[in-house]
């Protein structure tokens, strides 16, 4: 290679160098940034599970019995095989609407007003688009109510690992002794049917409106990285705000856990803000839907 030209191709690397820089400081800055959220004092009023209402204690009693492997491989095997609908992601979000979420303790208002509460809260943060469509989305998964899902105990709810010990970060973790797994000779050890720090790509969660719409958006739209799993993992309470199953993630996992980190404090004291006029929204945010999907998605 001749002189000047290393030259030049030396001055490119420094040049690509410093622009991932830049997006690395860039990305830096929009997790470490203080959200509006870091200024609030009463955040131990929401999650409260301890004085929560018999509905939601009767619910995660439900979904702890019977969220099993057998289960979780016959819900993958459902949502590959069975077709449900084509639709636009706004008429999606309207038609979430009728539901109630028997699992939350926080909020009773609709699921349109949970997700536009979610997305104005990271827009008013100044975070970038695809996040705030991130937020606007995270909960479609709650459709599977209306495509036949078993029960509520199916979709809605905090998230956690079949086919290993249960672990007692879960919120209610007792009630998991009437699950047949956790006396199964394999799926009650510590690593189950996985291998040690194997990464969360090859470990199964609890089927539940994370893993659907993950895996519904993940071929159908330009979302990027950072937002799927935002959306998969968002209700994976026990790894990402209590720290358990380190034994099962890798390094991958460690990077996308600030990205989740980021997303809950949205997801989860928007709630208390105030409520959302979505008609008038509506423009706004067809026009993200319009960057982000396609026109009509398979859902
Ligand atoms: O009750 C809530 C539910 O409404 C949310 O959509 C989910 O993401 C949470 O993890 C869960 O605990
Ligand atoms: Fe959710
Ligand atoms: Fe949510």
Redesign the pocket.
Known sequence: MQASSSHHVASQLEETSDAIDEVNILRGRLWDDESEFDKEKDKAAFRDYDSACERVKAFYKEQHEKQTVAFNIQARVDFKTRKRARMGVWEAIELLNTLVDESDPDTSLTQIEHLLQTAEAIRRDGKPEWMQIAGLV??L??LLLIFGSEGQWDV?GDTFVIGCQFSDKIIYAETFENNPDSKDALYSTKYGIYKPNCGLDDVMLSWG??EYLYNVFKDQSYLPAEALAMIRY??FYPWHREGAYRHLTNEKDEEILNAVKAFNPY?LYSKSDERCDAEELRPYYESLIAKFFPPLIDW
């Open positions: 995270h909960d998964g709650k809605v409106h994370d968002h209700s997801d």
